[in-house]
């Protein structure tokens, strides 16, 4: 895994719906990794939360000046249906030889295709679990939030999840 976790806006948003942005940064601290996004997918959050709340929970903006916009859509025009935010944070993990945070089904395919190690929420919330950052019963709870905000996870994956985690409580 590479020393710093390149996040999404579908996850950002996630995160945001269940109050879990803080414990996505101390995860990440307790698993010895960095945390980075670009200024393209910070602008897709509509200032929820913004760069300047983004940098105060620890997260590098890397920002695509005039020239490497020029690079990014050159980079975009070979990965039909990205976004050109979804084609920043892929292209910033593949310069980086870093893990890509997700749940962009098109996304997660192209970089792990591209050898891009790619991880999404639920993974995160596992994390969280086994680090002992959140209890199950939070993830649980976490989860069925961003369910009921509208995410899309695969169904098992969610259903043995929620099972594991209330077993647990």
Not at 7 to 28: K, N, P, Y
Not at 46 to 52: A, G, H, K, S, V
Not at 81 to 93: H, T, V
Not at 114 to 135: E, I, K
Request: glycine fraction near 8%; include cysteine.
């Amino acid at each position: 895994m590479g020393a710093i976790w390149i996040v999404d806006a579908c996850v950002f948003i996630d995160m945001r719906a269940a109050g879990l942005l803080t414990q996505m940064t101390e995860l990440s601290g307790k698993l010895g990794q960095d945390l980075a996004t670009t200024d393209l997918v910070a602008d897709e959050l509509n200032e929820n939360p913004d760069e300047t709340e983004l940098s105060r929970l620890g997260f590098e903006i890397v920002g695509f000046s005039a020239g490497r916009l020029d690079e990014l859509v050159c980079f975009r025009s070979q990965y039909s249906g990205l976004s050109l935010s979804d084609a920043s944070a892929f292209l910033l993990a593949l310069e980086r030889e870093s893990m890509l945070v997700t749940n962009e089904g098109p996304l997660r395919n192209r970089a792990a295709r591209s050898g891009v190690q790619v991880h999404g929420t639920l993974w995160l919330l596992q994390q969280m679990v086994r680090q002992n950052v959140v209890s199950p019963r939070k993830a649980a709870t976490a989860l069925k939030t961003m369910l009921a905000a509208g995410s899309r996870f695969p169904n098992n994956g969610c259903a043995k999840l929620l099972t594991a985690w209330d077993a647990v409580g």
